[in-house]
């Protein structure tokens, strides 16, 4: 079992930054690939970006290709997730998410593990 616990969401004005964290316990955290995914009110969970359990591929998600940035600290067994230029429709429940394996997938249902969520309004 792998749990996963998120931090970091708040209520922010547009065009500001926020870092999300996303903290591991459990297995070892090196050999699960990381994604962040959202969640907004009345629609489906959708991909934002997810890292390689090495650090070394990243791969995002169009809405926020140049604005986001996901890392990675194995010796810390946590993800980031640096927000920048935040926008209205960035507003949505973010969540983490851990894959046994080195691949990245944009699909939630191949994630085996996810956290429960934190909050990301941004007002305009």
């Known amino acids: 079992q792998v749990q996963l616990v998120e931090s970091g969401g708040g209520l922010v004005q547009a065009g500001v930054s926020l870092r999300l964290s996303c903290a591991a316990s459990?297995?070892?955290?090196?050999?699960?690939?990381m994604g962040w995914f959202r969640q907004a009110p009345g629609k489906e969970r959708d991909f934002v970006c997810a890292i390689t359990w090495s650090g070394s591929n990243t791969y995002y998600a169009d809405s926020v290709k140049g604005r986001f940035t996901i890392s990675r600290d194995n010796a810390k067994n946590t993800v980031y997730l640096q927000m920048n230029s935040l926008k209205p429709e960035d507003t949505a429940v973010y969540y983490c998410?851990?894959?046994?394996?080195?691949?990245?997938?944009?699909?939630?249902?191949?994630?085996?593990?996810w956290g429960e969520g934190t909050q990301v309004t941004v007002s305009s």
């Open positions: 998410a851990a894959r046994f394996g080195e691949p990245i997938f944009l699909e939630p249902r191949k994630y085996d593990y």
């Open positions: 459990g297995r070892t955290f090196s050999n699960y690939a």
